[in-house]
């Protein structure tokens, strides 16, 4: 695979990743914490946490009430698909066989992951102080 093509392929895959990542998933979590679990006849729903979130809350010691969810959600979505979309674009440019591939990929995936997802924990550690 070219160059050119894989950065179009990166372009194109964050964009997906990232508008179903952000609207279907965080966003619908979003709504249900907020409105207590209710839906729209006023029944109890299930409240999903955001994993990421709570991951970086406790990893950091950090006060859920000070974060902006809203901003931390879109922030985690743009992590989220910036990692998805760099991954499967590095792997397509490796010319090794599949297993390779999947076991760089799987390596790779979870270096992206802790690193970035630590480097965001400390900006909002230094948010939370000010």
């Not at 179009?8 to 965080?26: E, G, H, K, S, T």
């Not at 440019?93 to 630590?118: D, T, V």
Request: some cysteine; proline content about 1%.
């Amino acid at each position: 695979m070219k160059y050119e093509y894989a950065l179009y392929l990166f372009v194109i895959l964050m964009i997906i990743v990232f508008l179903v990542d952000y609207y279907l998933i965080n966003k619908k979590r979003l709504y249900l914490i907020t409105n207590k679990g209710k839906n729209k006849k006023g029944k109890n729903k299930k409240i999903k946490n955001i994993g990421e979130l709570d991951y970086l809350i406790m990893k950091f010691k950090l006060d859920k009430k000070k974060i902006n969810q809203n901003k931390a959600i879109f922030w985690i979505a743009i992590i989220n698909s910036f990692i998805i979309s760099s991954v499967s674009c590095v792997i397509m440019l490796i010319p090794l066989k599949l297993m390779w591939q999947m076991l760089i990929a799987f390596a790779l995936l979870f270096a992206l992951i802790y690193s970035i997802y630590e480097i965001y924990g400390r900006h909002l550690k230094k948010e939370e102080e000010k």
